[in-house]
Nanobody
């Protein structure tokens, strides 16, 4: 069993940057890790994913602005968010998947564990 603790959210002006962190404990050798976000009144949507083979995937809306990475020990995953826009405002969740990867891990249904979420608010 894995526990995920995500942090790093906050309030930032449009154009600013934030770095989210997701610390994993327990069963830490996941097949892939991902970040999702959920804005008020909307469904949870994919943001970025990083596989154990170091492949990365991004939603079109964040490509070129967000970067997913992990530390050398592999227990913490980061989401560096630059050039933030008001439409990036949401609760951000990290997630871990332990299944064999057959497709791009961009659906919540492909993940087995979730962090509690961290609020990101971008003011215009």
């Amino acid at each position: 069993q894995v526990q995920l603790l995500d942090s790093g959210g906050g309030l930032v002006h449009s154009g600013g940057s934030l770095r989210l962190s997701c610390a994993a404990s327990g069963r830490t050798f996941s097949t892939y890790m991902g970040w999702f976000r959920q804005a008020s009144g909307k469904e949870r949507e994919f943001v970025a994913a990083l596989t154990s083979a170091s492949s990365t995937y991004y939603a079109d809306s964040v490509k070129g602005r967000f970067t997913i990475s992990r530390d050398n020990a592999g227990n913490t995953v980061y989401l560096q968010m630059n050039s933030l826009k008001p439409e990036d405002t949401a609760v951000y969740y990290c997630a871990a998947g332990f299944r064999v990867q057959f497709a791009v891990p961009n659906s919540p249904r492909q993940y087995d564990a979730w962090g509690q979420g961290t609020q990101v608010t971008v003011s215009s």
